[in-house]
């Protein structure tokens, strides 16, 4: 079984530039994550979407934005890119059952550099 | 407000000495615990979980953590480590009632000397 994928793996950008990322769950997850990676505040969540509808949010500003389809992939958008942008985005998918919450099976991530 | 707090950011030990990674949350709710680890290079992957029962959780390759309740705690164990557990290891909690929002702990980067 394929595990969840994220394209591209590596970007690089310009300050007040946008980014688009995307994912890829596990055939038959439904419930999407994402996560936000830097050394000085380790992993935060950002939002988590579930049958194309958000479901969770993190503490971070309007310029993260998400979506999901209803193949269940999402992407995230990033607009106005700030240096401190700079880390591994992260996604994890989910396979709920009966509204059970199972365990998130997490993706390899995008790294993006804010230049 | 909700955190999870990992006591050691970084351990060193050798080869078939015994591991324990401390992991204290605060939450005010039902929870499901988690430990996950990355190798180097690698994507994070799950070592073991917890969500209701047995406060003695096993997870893959020989590790196991145990569910305090009262200590609010998670910690996590490897009676004998080998070269290839040098990784960071993820303490993460979310409410059961709050989907699949993950908090973790900063993470503990053990290296095992051979």
């Known amino acids: 079984k394929a595990g969840v994928t994220q394209t591209p793996r590596y970007l690089i950008k310009t300050r007040g530039q946008q980014v688009t990322l995307s994912c890829s769950p596990i055939s038959g997850h439904r419930s999407v994550s994402w996560y936000q990676q830097t050394p000085g505040q380790g992993l935060q969540f950002l939002f988590e979407y579930f049958s194309e509808t958000q479901r969770n949010k993190g503490n971070f500003p309007g310029r993260f934005s998400g979506r999901q389809f209803s193949n269940s992939r999402s992407e995230m958008n990033v607009s106005t890119l700030e240096l401190g942008d700079s880390a591994l985005y992260l996604c994890?998918?989910?396979?709920?059952?009966?509204?059970?919450?199972?365990?998130?099976?997490f993706g390899p991530g995008t790294r993006l550099t804010v230049l | 407000a909700q955190s999870v707090s990992q006591h050691n950011h970084h351990v060193i030990l050798s080869e078939a000495a015994s591991l324990e990674l401390g992991c204290n949350y605060s939450y005010g709710g039902t929870v499901n615990l988690f430990w996950y680890v990355q190798y180097p290079g690698q994507h994070l992957q799950l070592l073991l979980k917890y969500f209701s029962g047995d406060p003695l959780v096993k997870g893959i390759k020989g590790f196991e953590a145990e569910f305090i309740k009262s200590k609010f705690s998670f910690n996590l164990r490897k009676p004998s480590v080998q070269w290839s557990d040098t990784a960071e290891y993820f303490c993460?909690?979310?409410?059961?009632?709050?989907?699949?929002?993950?908090?973790f702990g900063g993470g503990t980067r053990v290296l095992v000397k051979p």
């Open positions: 994890a998918s989910s396979k709920e059952t009966s509204g059970v919450v199972n365990e998130q099976f």
């Open positions: 993460a909690v979310n409410l059961k009632a709050a989907g699949n929002k993950l908090t």
